[in-house]
């Protein structure tokens, strides 16, 4: 039985590769799990799959175990998916219903293999971005071990969600949810999303890593249909699978932390607050959020609209070795201007940094609706300390744009997302 094992695990592994192509010992910095050696996290599907196979051949209680130990390294990444199969793992028997099944209860159950409590189910799922749900007993509820997730806006799912299948061959990228954020100084927490792009989980990506932007008002940013006042939310990751595809943005990952209800004062209208919050983003949020995911260690972006835009200029221009780039999305940048301690009075102590910048506006600037006004006279004084007037990236940059008209809402800045993102990770 062990032969047959190291045969299995070595064809999926790429053991049988022809002489002189390159396998994962030969790689800088292979990610490598386990005692098998599978390939880390996703990308280690195919091996763990082979594990699978043999374990349940013939209950061999080394192969179950190994297969434990696999499984146990990926508790909470959710369905292994390889080669038209995919490996679900339940803490109980449950049917898993999803659109490549047609939403059938029933049609792919799992149970418990080799009579251990490793509670199973392999099943074909093609190429592609799948919703899906467990159902026990009649009800219906999110994959709770599985962290990707889609917003979903039918009538009949309380969660208003449901967990995500996105194969690493789907072009398709997906959120997932991170460890919730909490600061003891602000005495709150808040959720912590984030976007991984298509190909994340890709074996050849295994060591890939990527760069990251950091937004604000986490609630409103993605897909969700519900949110906003009915405004929808800016669907960033709709804008970044187009862009990515078509080539004109690098592959990102976004990391989204919701607002507090202390979120005005946060973000700008409270002195005291604003500081908190800037030391919490910097040395608490960010760290940890970083640590869950494939971070290239190079400086990371910030953006947000309106306060959001506010806080993500301080952050931007007061901590240039931890920001390459910033974006403000009609910003508010009126609190202070009675006293002097707007951000127009600020930028002077601030000087001139090595920060990329995208500014931009609606409205109008003779009636400063939608903070116009404001925006220009924040970009001149920048232009005056050394920026330069270009949406190419770079240590001077300064990229303005102006939406006419445009209203102070997620359905505006949806429509200007394409335009910050070419500017901050170009392709």
Known sequence: MRTILVLILLAACGGGASPGAPDASSQPDAAIDGASGCPAGKAGAACVLALHDAAIAGCDVTAVAELRTELDERADLGPLWADGRALFRTDSPASIAGDFNGWVDGALTTSAICSSDLVLAVGAVPTGYWMYKLVRNGAWSLDTDNPAFAFDDFAGNADGKNSVLATPDSNRGYLVTLDR?????????????????????????????????????????????????????????????????????????????????????????????????????????????????????????????????????????????????????????????????????????????????????GGNPATNSDGAADTLEVRDIMLDLGWSTTCTVGADALCYHSAPGATHDELAWKERTPLFLRFLFPR
């Open 181 to 361: 954020a909490c600061s003891t100084a602000l005495g709150n927490c808040r959720e912590v999303t984030a976007y991984l792009p298509a190909g994340y989980d890709a074996l050849a990506n295994v060591d890939r890593r990527y760069p990251v932007l950091f937004m604000h008002d986490g609630q409103n940013v993605w897909d969700d249909h519900d949110c906003c006042f009915g405004h929808t939310g800016w669907e960033v990751n709709v804008a970044l699978d187009a862009e990515i595809a078509a080539g004109r943005v690098t592959p990102v990952i976004v990391i989204a932390a919701a607002q507090s209800g202390a979120r005005n004062d946060e973000y700008g209208l409270s002195a005291t607050k604003l500081a908190a919050f800037i030391d919490f983003q910097v040395s608490e949020l960010q760290p940890q959020a970083l640590a869950q995911v494939r971070w290239d260690g190079a400086r990371v972006a910030v953006a947000g609209s309106s306060l959001g835009g506010l806080v993500s200029m301080h952050l931007a221009l007061g901590y240039p070795q931890t920001y390459a780039s910033g974006a403000s999305l009609s910003g508010a940048f009126w609190p202070g201007k009675n006293d002097g301690t707007a951000l127009r009075d600020r930028l002077p102590g601030f000087g001139k940094k090595p920060v990329a910048i995208y500014l931009d506006h």
